[in-house]
């Protein structure tokens, strides 16, 4: 099975703190995303990466940043953490492109980030 | 730009009930339609995608899901719920090409289950 492991399911910081999130998969895949989930908002795209050292901005990248310095691994970057970036961020990969069939997305269990 | 709607955020039905959640999306070319579950404290299961071919997609633990073009619509069905899929429904859309399989998401619906 795929898996995608994100390495804290809760975090609790204050406000003006750098903040890393980490997510790994262990499965070769090529894309990997980052999302933030809110209640009655759904999973919102942060940011995308299709290949190692690329990135792409989703709908709101406004405050993050991220790293792929390894296929396996894309790290979301919080540099001074808000309390408006309070939330569940949702990491996931996939293997190819949509309109393959492949697309699917494979997601880890989420971190939820309190900022305070 | 391709958008996802779900009209209604919270539904409850009765164990063993049938179920039908809704989806309209908005999206120029063919879309390829996406139904995920998320259980609480849980990330995303895929419960089936449609790409091509026949309307009527079966997915895993019984649901399906009927693309009409004409109405925009990917809606979820299942004909007897059971008191285990009580959980957070998502649909999706996403693009073809260089689109690196981004999904957007619609804003989730909330299923509970009365026993």
């Known amino acids: 099975d795929v898996k995608v492991t994100q390495s804290s399911r809760y975090l609790v910081k204050r406000t003006g703190e750098k903040v890393f999130l980490e997510c790994v998969q262990d499965?070769?895949?090529?894309?990997m995303f980052w999302y933030r989930q809110d209640p009655g908002l759904g999973l919102r795209l942060i940011y995308f990466?299709?290949?190692?050292?690329?990135?792409e901005k989703g709908d709101i990248p406004e405050g993050y940043s991220v790293s792929r310095e390894k296929k396996e691994r894309f790290s979301l970057i919080l540099e001074s953490a808000s309390t408006n970036q309070t939330s569940m961020y949702l990491c996931?990969?996939?293997?190819?492109?949509?309109?393959?069939?492949?697309?699917?997305?494979?997601f880890g269990e989420g971190s939820r980030l309190t900022v305070l | 730009a391709q958008s996802v709607t779900q009209p209604d955020i919270h539904i409850t039905v009765s164990e063993g009930a049938s179920l039908e959640l809704r989806c309209n999306y908005s999206y120029g070319a063919t879309p390829y339609l996406f139904w995920y579950v998320q259980s609480p404290g849980q990330g995303l299961q895929l419960l089936l995608k449609y790409f091509s071919g026949d309307t009527l997609v079966q997915g895993i633990k019984g649901f399906e899901a009927e693309f009409k073009r004409s109405q925009s619509s990917f809606n979820l069905r299942k004909p007897s719920v059971h008191w285990s899929d009580a959980a957070e429904y998502f649909c999706a859309v996403g693009a073809g090409g260089t689109s690196y399989g981004k999904l957007t998401f619609g804003q989730g619906t909330i299923l509970t289950v009365h026993p």
């Open positions: 990466s299709y290949d190692v050292k690329m990135k």
């Open positions: 996931a990969s996939s293997p190819d492109r949509v309109d393959l069939g492949t697309g699917e997305l494979f």
């Open positions: 499965m070769d895949h090529e894309n």
